[in-house]
């Protein structure tokens, strides 16, 4: 374990299983943001186990109820960063939660397409119903 690493340290959980903890980011996109990172150094998420990968997902679902309740956001962007081209910073896994609240962008569509901002827009009008869910 690096001792340099900024995850590898306990510090600062809020949640945690026998694989991983959620704490929340030091510099957050908007209140309540979170990270849900495993105890074990490991930069790439597709090299977790998958019995890490599914502590993490476990820790979004509670992290989800926490902010529910404790701030009540009105819905979430998860993601995470693979390799220093996809602006992973932090060579160690760690997943985004990040709650979504109504006004914090002017417009949200597209949500995180905006990775690269020329692609956030379709290159349709917007639509309500099945129709745009099918091509998410």
């Not at 679902?61 to 993601?79: F, I, Q, V």
Request: with cysteine.
């Amino acid at each position: 374990m690096p001792t340099s690493c900024p995850f590898c340290t306990l510090e600062g959980l809020i949640l945690r299983n026998d694989l991983a903890g959620v704490r929340f980011d030091r510099y957050p996109v908007t209140p309540g943001h979170c990270l849900i990172i495993p105890f074990r150094h490991v930069a790439d998420f597709f090299a977790t186990t998958e019995d890490e990968r599914r502590a993490m997902l476990a820790l979004a679902e509670e992290a989800k109820a926490l902010l529910d309740r404790e701030r009540g956001p009105a819905g979430y962007n998860l993601g995470i960063n693979v390799g220093v081209v996809a602006g992973q910073t932090v060579p160690h896994v760690h997943l985004h939660l990040i709650p979504r609240y109504p006004g914090d962008v002017d417009d949200p569509r597209g949500g995180v397409r905006g990775v690269i901002p020329a692609r956030q827009s379709y290159p349709f009008p917007q639509e309500t119903g099945q129709e745009e869910n099918d091509r998410a």
